[in-house]
């Protein structure tokens, strides 16, 4: 089992960057498949991105590809997402979640395929 919790939301502009971060408990953090998912207010949840166990590989969302890059340092036990070139769409609690699934890429971006879940940080980002 493994607990995270995220840190790092806040309000930035338009065109602005964000560097969030996500703690995890536990020695098997490299046995977890990470992702990030958000979610604005009246909207569904949604994908992110996601990395694998080692870090080689990450998938984005079609909407943040090329502007957010996720990365993980498993000695830290740590996974961050880099958000540069913010846009006010992307206004959103932003979620870490874990998953022991060792499914591809269409498994991890579903939010169901993850056991464990922070508590959200909150991202705003003004006109």
């Known amino acids: 089992q493994v607990q995270v919790a995220e840190s790092g939301g806040g309000l930035v502009q338009d065109g602005g960057s964000l560097r969030l971060s996500c703690a995890a408990s536990?020695?098997?953090?490299?046995?977890?498949?990470m992702g990030w998912f958000r979610q604005a207010p009246g909207k569904e949840r949604e994908f992110v991105a996601a990395?694998?166990?080692?870090?080689?590989?990450?998938h984005y969302a079609e909407s943040v590809r090329g502007r957010f890059t996720c990365s993980r340092d498993n000695a830290k036990n740590t996974v961050y997402l880099q958000m540069n070139s913010l846009k006010p769409e992307d206004t959103a609690v932003y979620y870490c979640?874990?998953?022991?699934?060792?499914?591809?890429?269409?498994?991890?971006?579903?939010?169901?395929?993850?056991?464990?879940w922070g508590q959200g940080t909150q991202v705003t980002v003004s006109s």
């Open positions: 979640a874990a998953t022991s699934s060792s499914g591809g890429s269409v498994i991890t971006a579903r939010s169901w395929a993850y056991e464990f």
């Open positions: 990395i694998s166990r080692s870090g080689g590989s990450a």
């Open positions: 536990g020695r098997t953090f490299s046995s977890y498949t």
